[in-house]
């Protein structure tokens, strides 16, 4: 595989992962659904999983923000790249804005499969684990 193939990857992982950061925080659970494909899945520990993306904007629907709120993801490692499909993991840390100001409410981990399909990225799955 050529370093191409691999910057290509690994530069469509990083846009989509930050997409979703922002639309999941915008609350725009139509944008957010778009980043995965007709048949992707995205697993929450201890909310559930969502099959396809219909779903998936449902499901996100259902806790989309009532006041400020920010994902920040770091320390993104894109763990295996082919022609069609990246894995990525990274951390993530939420934050929402009350009454005393930002708050960390929770971090935990996300593991991403996004493949390609006519030259365009999308997730495949992505499972988001919360550290306690």
Known sequence: MSTSTE????????AAIGAYAQALDTGR?????????????????????????EAIRKG???????????????????TAVTEDEATAVSDLAYF???????????VGRYDDTLTRRDGVWRFQK?????QP
Request: aromatic letters at 10%; zero cysteines.
């Open 7 to 14: 910057a290509t990857a690994a530069a469509a992982t990083q």
């Open 60 to 78: 996100y629907e259902a806790f989309a923000p009532t006041q400020p709120q920010l994902h920040l993801v770091a320390n993104t490692v894109v």
């Open 29 to 53: 659970t139509d944008d957010l659904a778009e980043l995965f494909w007709p048949d992707g899945v995205a697993e929450i520990a201890g909310i559930g999983t969502f099959e396809g993306q």
């Open 96 to 106: 929402q804005r009350g009454e005393a100001g930002w708050a960390v409410r929770m």
């Open 126 to 130: 992505r499972v988001t684990t919360f």
